[in-house]
């Protein structure tokens, strides 16, 4: 019989990595590190691989601009420049627009710390939703990137999984609901399941890996 528990380490074990990780980010409950998850998600949403996104935020923040306050300071074209290093080129200009008004709406809504979000939604998931979609070039796939990604360090969103979470999950024959996948694994380990599972829908083969891996060390 198929253990879940089983797969669901085994898909740790293979793709446990956040985005927030893969991009340089050590998110914690702390302004910086929650606003430079805000610009991985602003990339993210935008229609382009999801390599090429990661590796525009490291440029950006190679360049200095993991702040509000360093983001909207940047001029436009510097922020350009950054997004072409890392390869960023088609979207540039628009990104480069939406993160500086992205960063003084930051600055003036939030006064630079998106905890005052969080806690202005008072654990109200759709609130929350609807504060993060305020944000230039951020939608409804925007905030679900968001959402998931900061349930590590925002335990009360805890098991948050969005509509690519459940996708990956039932590729894989595990439970298509937050409920189920929370019985999989510790707490704290959601978030990174999360991710890997939505890894797990961009490629087929990883999914047939991680199935047959684990029947082989059951």
């Known amino acids: 019989m198929r253990n ?18 893969e991009a ?4 914690a409950d702390r302004p910086g590190p929650l606003y430079q998850l805000l610009v991985l998600t602003t990339l993210l949403s935008t229609r382009i691989r999801a390599g090429v996104a990661l590796a525009a935020a490291r440029e950006l923040f ?4 993991r702040t509000p306050e360093a983001m909207a300071a940047a001029s436009w074209q510097d922020r350009v420049d950054a997004l072409g290093r890392g390869h960023y080129r088609r979207y540039d200009e628009r990104t480069s627009t939406m993160l500086g008004n992205g960063a003084r709406l930051c600055l003036d809504r939030w006064h630079g710390d998106l905890r005052r ?13 609807r504060l993060l979609i305020e944000f230039p ?21 805890r098991p948050y999984a969005d509509r690519r979470t459940l996708n990956g999950a ?49």
């Open 62 to 65: 190679a360049a200095g601009y």
């Open 4 to 21: 879940d528990r089983n797969v669901a380490r085994v898909l740790l074990d293979r793709q446990g990595r956040t985005y927030a990780e």
């Open 24 to 27: 340089g980010i050590k998110l």
């Open 117 to 129: 979000l969080h806690r202005e939604a008072d654990g109200e998931r759709n609130v929350l939703r």
């Open 137 to 157: 070039g951020i939608g409804p796939t925007g905030a679900d990137i968001f959402l998931r990604e900061v349930q590590s360090v925002w335990p009360d969103l």
């Open 170 to 218: 039932k590729r894989l024959g595990l439970p298509a609901n937050p409920q189920g996948l929370a019985g999989l694994v510790r707490e704290g380990d959601f978030g990174r399941l999360a991710s890997a599972l939505v890894r797990v829908t961009l490629d087929e083969d990883s999914a047939e890996d991680v199935t047959r891996t684990a029947a082989a060390t059951r």
